[in-house]
């Protein structure tokens, strides 16, 4: 009986994982990359270019224990951003099993002044191997 609710409780668990992985509403995205190879990065630093409008926009991650311990994160185009992520993990004990969560910490806020083309640079500080998932999106 005892294994049966143990069992019971991982289901439900993967379950609401699985439910909070699914994608967000995509049309307030307007960027995303997700860096789990290596080969993404120039001398470890991860550079790419994109179009934004004049708004308020949020980044977001899907971050887990092998991602980089720190990331830095900077945009650049008629406004300067520059924020030192740091990854924080969150133990949630259920009273018959715990599980991890993990978030990267920092402003995750931006104001863009005017519509442009910005360029994005990722540093993971060393750590090309681990993955993660990083968003900008509209608020």
Not at 41 to 48: P, V
Request: no cysteine.
């Amino acid at each position: 009986m005892r294994k049966s609710v143990y069992i019971l409780a991982v289901v439900i668990i993967t379950i609401a994982i699985a439910i909070s992985l699914q994608p967000k509403n995509e049309t307030n995205t307007v960027y995303h990359v997700t860096l789990a190879d290596p080969k993404l990065y120039n001398n470890g630093i991860f550079t790419d270019n994109f179009k934004i409008q004049k708004g308020t926009y949020q980044f977001s991650f899907v971050p887990n224990g092998d991602s980089p311990q720190n990331l830095s994160i900077s945009l650049k185009g008629n406004f300067s951003y520059n924020e030192d992520f740091s990854l924080n993990g969150t133990i949630h004990n259920t009273g018959i099993s715990s599980y991890d969560t993990w978030d990267y910490l920092g402003n995750k806020i931006i104001e863009i002044p005017q519509d442009q083309k910005i360029q994005i640079r990722i540093d993971p500080h060393g750590n090309v191997d681990g993955s993660v998932s990083v968003e900008l999106n509209r608020r």
